[in-house]
């Protein structure tokens, strides 16, 4: 079971920003600007292309959501997606909120949260995301 899998069933806490039966989203702990979060089906998928089609759509609308919820409690131009994956074995789509296209540079410092940011950051598109 993935670190990924574990986290969505709850095993692992986490900073919950959005869920539904088919996929969850949380906040990245290393993220690149406030309100980084991940979207990951809870089905243990490795590779995102390798998702049937109907499911890849259905995740791809789930994400939408979630990114106007970010976009929302944390205004910014746009919210960049991102699709990576190598350093987990379970697909996710990063969504990012962007004032420019640099906060996509996943070579960038990583911002450094308190636990108590990182929960307000949370409660603050959760609360954006259950408006829909």
Known sequence: MSIFSKIAAGEIPSYKCAENEEFYAFLDINPLVKG????IPRREVDYIFDM????LARFEVFAKKVAVAIKR???CVKVGQAVLG???P???IHLVP???EKDMNFSNPKLSLS???M???ADKIWTEFVKE
């Open 52 to 55: 049937e089609d109907d499911e």
């Open 119 to 121: 929960q307000e950051a």
């Open 90 to 92: 379970h697909a996710h």
């Open 86 to 88: 190598l350093e987990v």
């Open 98 to 100: 962007m004032q420019s």
């Open 36 to 39: 980084h979060t991940l979207v």
């Open 73 to 75: 409690a944390f205004p």
């Open 115 to 117: 636990k108590e940011e």
